[in-house]
């Protein structure tokens, strides 16, 4: 059988030229048929041309034919303009979308995950600096709502809040959960505009947080039959972003975490040679972590790193540098914290992941109060924050700055000089006189602070009876005073922010005008009666959810498109630890603050303020 293979050259030549339709091929310029190339160059050059003025005359016409339905349309529609046109494609299209919502109607869940993915971002916006919202402005301080609330217990020496329970700790080895009341203001109707008239009147609506959990001292587990708990008194308390776990730690040396539902302890971590000062949880976890970041000061100079999960707790790493104890300290952004150390005067940013420090020195001869100790520290991520001095100072701290960008010397006043009778042994009035001719009044210690991040304000506290707030210029490089917190009209009366006692305190040589400050009967009754040993905010957006359980205005559609502002209750809700002497020790309490009144000596417990904004800002969020 033949093939191709085995036919002879000559014979496959012979079939390759006798093929029909075969291309024209460019071998030595010759076609096909034998043609010269110039030729058949001719030839095709105006088959192409014939060929390409057919094609221009087919687009011409395509061309045309819009052209002239436009020009029909203009001529139908004579006088529209193309925004006309827009207006009506707007209409159009808003038709479609009406029609699409009668046909299918709203997902009331994708709404609720649509709002809940915004509120997330915009969290994660504020804590990386990336929004800065000025609202102190905007805040009604004076008009500040206040309840008191107690246990029988002793000095409150700090407090948490993850919205809606507060935790509060004591020198009586005490912890209590507290679950808030929602504001007047933010309670939205039960029936949502279809409630009955009833001859029943309506029920008083709760003002004071109810107390849901009660701990004191060692309990006994159940599973490992050991004693867990707190043998002295516990100074700190931070509860973790989820609202899983709280932790505490105590003049014992231990730093414990507690399930924050049942306050039943999980796990004691001894690692500390010292009294555990402060706690404080990153707001978010780290990526590089598979729990929530908790970071803890010490007296023994040290801070450490701990990684809190439902799968475990575990001690992580120690940080070293400071050179008296660690009074305070606060979590910046994830795997970065800042701390005071007291007397090194001293406040530091520690960057875990780089294991490396920023070293932050206070003590300016300026003012004329020494500043001796550094004891308070709060944040305003990403690259400020404040601290808090015994002299009485507040400062504005950049990471990029070594010294402070602003300062407001006593912030809090200065405590009048005590009777000579209080003071002086002798008995002579004159002689007592001559020997307290040389004494001056003394600032108050700032001895809490915080600040509600992403925003511009900032929280301070002190044993004068005041909780004072405080706004960040838009430059973050000032401070301005906006006055105490709940003081109504007789805020005015309060004792005034940013040294003008002092500048009458050093004005007054002569000793006849030594008593021109304000005098404590001149002075307000102060709200909070007692030392503010502890302050933690929380900014209200919405009616607050208890953990596992979803919000009243996400439960139906109904009620997550109507009830949308009567439960969206704008303000701060402010939680402060009140305690008859400080939370580190007893050098200085209340009763010797020489206010006059019937509750000089002070009360243990803690207080909520709800602040609320102008009524201009709520128009407008309306």
Not at 89 to 117: H, K, Q, T
Not at 385 to 411: E, Q, R
Not at 599 to 606: C, I
Request: aromatic share 6%; hydrophobic share 30%; proline share 6%.
């Amino acid at each position: 059988m033949s093939s191709f293979f085995t036919l002879p050259a000559s014979q496959r030549k012979r079939k390759r030229e006798d093929r029909s339709g075969a291309p024209a091929t460019k071998k030595r310029g010759v076609d096909a048929d034998g043609d010269v190339r110039n030729k058949s160059g001719r030839k095709n050059r105006e088959r192409e041309e014939s060929i390409s003025g057919s094609d221009l005359d087919e687009d011409a016409e395509s061309v045309a034919a819009p052209v002239s339905e436009e020009e029909s349309g203009s001529e139908s529609d004579e006088g529209e303009t193309a925004a006309d046109r827009r207006l009506k494609l707007a209409e159009r299209y808003l038709d479609n979308v009406r029609d699409e919502v009668d046909d299918y109607g709203f997902d009331a869940a994708e709404i609720d995950r649509d709002l809940i993915a915004e509120r997330l971002k915009e969290d994660v916006d504020e804590f990386k600096g990336r929004v800065y919202r000025q609202i102190a402005s905007d805040l009604v301080f004076p008009a500040a709502s206040h309840a008191f609330f107690r246990a029988d217990t002793q000095t409150t020496t700090s407090v948490a809040v993850h919205a809606p329970y507060v935790y509060t700790v004591s020198k009586d080895k005490t912890l209590i959960k507290w679950e808030l009341a929602i504001p007047a203001t933010a309670a939205s109707p039960t029936t949502h505009g279809t409630e009955k008239t009833s001859k029943r009147p309506p029920r008083p609506q709760r003002k004071k947080p109810k107390q849901v959990r009660f701990t004191r001292g060692m309990q006994k587990i159940a599973e490992s039959a050991e004693e867990q708990g707190h043998a002295k008194a516990i100074l700190s308390v931070a509860v973790s972003p989820s609202g899983k776990f709280v932790a505490t730690g105590g003049e014992d040396n231990k730093l414990i975490i507690w399930d924050a539902s049942t306050l039943t302890p999980l796990q004691t971590f001894t690692q500390h040679r010292d009294s555990v000062s402060g706690l404080a949880f990153a707001r978010h976890i780290s990526t590089m972590s598979s729990g929530e970041q908790l970071f803890s000061g010490s007296f023994d100079r040290t801070i450490k790193t701990w990684s809190i999960s439902t799968a475990g707790h575990a001690y992580v790493e120690t940080l070293f540098g400071h050179q008296d104890n660690v009074t305070s300290l606060a979590a910046m952004t994830i795997d970065q914290c800042i701390s005071v150390g007291a007397r090194d005067r001293t406040a530091r940013l520690w960057k875990v992941v780089e294991e490396s420090q920023l070293i932050f020195r206070g003590g300016s001869s300026k003012n004329a109060y020494k500043e001796n100790n550094i004891d308070c520290i709060a944040p305003l991520p990403p690259t400020h924050f404040v601290t808090g001095s015994d002299n009485g100072s507040i400062s504005l701290w950049s990471i990029h700055k070594k010294k402070p960008l602003y300062t407001i010397p006593t912030a809090h006043g200065l405590d009048p000089i005590p009777p000579l009778e209080e003071h002086s042994p002798e008995t002579d009035r004159q002689t007592a006189e001559s020997n307290a001719r040389h004494m001056r009044p003394t600032p108050r210690w700032i001895t809490a602070l915080t600040t509600v991040p992403g925003t511009d304000v900032v929280l301070s506290g002190s044993w004068d009876g005041w909780v004072r707030a405080w706004k960040i210029s838009e430059d973050k490089r000032t401070i301005e005073p906006l006055g105490p917190v709940g003081g109504g009209s007789i805020s005015q009366l309060a004792p005034d922010t940013p040294s003008k006692q002092l500048e009458q305190s050093l004005a007054s040589a002569d000793p006849s005008h030594r008593h021109s400050l304000v005098s404590p009967q001149e002075e307000a009754e102060p709200l909070v009666k007692g030392v503010v040993n502890g302050i933690s905010v929380f900014e209200r957006r919405a009616e607050t959810a208890k953990p596992g359980q979803v919000p009243s205005e996400h439960k139906s559609k109904s009620k997550s498109t109507s009830d949308s502002t009567s439960t969206d209750a704008r303000g701060l809700c402010i939680a402060v630890a009140v305690g008859k002497e400080h939370r580190l020790g007893r050098w200085k309490g209340y009763a010797n603050n020489y206010h006059k009144g019937t509750a000089a000596d002070g009360r243990n417990g803690a207080m909520i303020f709800e602040v609320p904004f102008s009524s201009e800002k709520a128009g407008r969020q309306e």
